[in-house]
């Protein structure tokens, strides 16, 4: 059974920073692309930064020079490091998995709560 947790969430004031941690199970983390959504109130979901196994990275435009994502495939883990936070930045984020190729992602974590106050 495949698991994705989330865990690194919680409020902090515009400026700040956090990094999010998402931990795989039950799947060969290493060869798969991994991706972090966030969904904000009454927003649809986006897709904000992407790591394949190999280390390549997509970052959408509004997080760039920002937000970093890493893996480490020893210990099934992805990161996002948010730097410079801003209120725009709040919503859940959700770390995905997906096989490289595919386009969707085939599994999702439950989602942990950044909220930035000013």
């Known amino acids: 059974q495949v698991q994705l947790v989330e865990s690194g969430g919680g409020l902090v004031q515009a400026g700040g920073s956090l990094n999010l941690s998402c931990a795989a199970s039950?799947?060969?983390?290493?060869?798969?692309?991994m991706g972090w959504h966030r969904q904000a109130p009454g927003k649809g979901r986006e897709l904000v930064a992407v790591m394949s196994g190999g280390g390549s990275t997509w970052y959408r435009d509004s997080v760039k020079g920002r937000f970093a994502v890493s893996r480490d495939n020893a210990k099934n883990t992805v990161y996002l490091l948010m730097n410079s936070l801003n209120l725009h930045d709040t919503a859940v984020y959700y770390c995905?998995?997906?096989?490289?190729?595919?386009?969707?992602?085939?599994?999702w974590g439950q989602g942990t709560q950044v909220t930035v106050s000013s």
């Open positions: 995905a998995a997906r096989q490289l190729g595919r386009s969707e992602y085939d599994y």
């Open positions: 039950g799947l060969p983390f290493s060869s798969y692309v």
